[in-house]
């Protein structure tokens, strides 16, 4: 069973609308969540972190944890064609290392 | 702020030869750094964790006497790549951890090791 699910995509949409995208984590006590925007052929950038249940906003982005259903979220309001990327879910593992259990990534394409 | 650099961005090298990847921290300090190693259209595989001034911890699969890691400094870690095959190749990633409690990572440029 893989640590952290995500669709693999491509997911489609127009330019403007929200982009949706999931992620799912198997171990409960994980408490760190990231999310990375990866271009082809570039290194992961960070967008942002949640720590907390419910809902965090920074810029067009809106992170959502919901610990309770193993769950992870991330919004992109008006989606514009540089958007188009993999976004990677991460979890932070428990230990002593703190390693990030990364997702296999969604391929997001937004449409002109 | 926090900034991580690594050095070269692309390498090229004949089968057999060693090849050493440097990645720095440039405006924190980096308790923590990690490498990865990404082959195309994949995720990103965790290949060790180096503690500043301690041995790397390697994930299970990596073979450590291949992939020699050294975190000499606060600022710099060191991958070296020996008796490089053409399966090597591949796009080799650092991060770095500051301090502080902070869990964020920042990722470096990557490194891309073509061996022939």
């Known amino acids: 069973q893989k640590e952290v699910e995500q669709n693999s995509g491509p997911l489609s949409v127009p330019e403007g609308a929200i982009a949706s995208l999931n992620c799912t984590y198997s171990?409960?006590?994980?408490?760190?969540f990231f999310w990375y925007r990866q271009y082809s052929g570039k290194s992961p950038e960070l967008i942002m972190f949640?720590?907390?249940?419910g809902d965090k906003e920074d810029g067009r982005f809106t992170a959502q944890l919901n610990k309770a259903s193993q769950y992870v979220s991330l919004l992109i309001r008006d989606s514009q064609p540089s958007d188009s990327a993999t976004y990677l879910c991460?979890?932070?593992?428990?230990?002593?290392?703190?390693?990030?259990?990364f997702g296999t990534g969604t391929l997001l394409a937004v449409q002109p | 702020g926090a900034v991580v650099s690594q050095h070269p961005s692309w390498v090229i090298c004949k089968s057999g030869t060693s090849v050493k990847i440097e990645c720095r921290s440039l405006?924190?300090?980096?308790?923590?750094m990690f490498w990865y190693r990404q082959f195309p259209k994949q995720s990103l595989m965790l290949m060790a964790t180096?503690?500043?001034?301690?041995?790397?911890?390697?994930e299970q699969g990596v073979e450590k006497d291949k992939f020699l890691i050294n975190h000499a400094s606060l600022t710099l870690s060191t991958l070296t790549v020996t008796s490089a095959h053409p399966e090597d190749s591949s796009f080799y990633i650092c991060?770095?951890?500051?301090?502080?409690?902070?869990?964020?990572?920042?990722f470096g440029p990557g490194t891309r090791l073509t061996v022939l």
């Open positions: 171990d409960r006590g994980s408490q760190s």
């Open positions: 949640i720590y907390s249940n």
């Open positions: 991460a979890a932070q593992a428990r230990g002593a290392t703190n390693k990030l259990i």
């Open positions: 180096s503690n500043e001034g301690s041995k790397a911890t390697y």
């Open positions: 991060s770095a951890r500051g301090q502080g409690g902070t869990d964020t990572q920042y």
């Open positions: 405006d924190f300090q980096a308790t923590t």
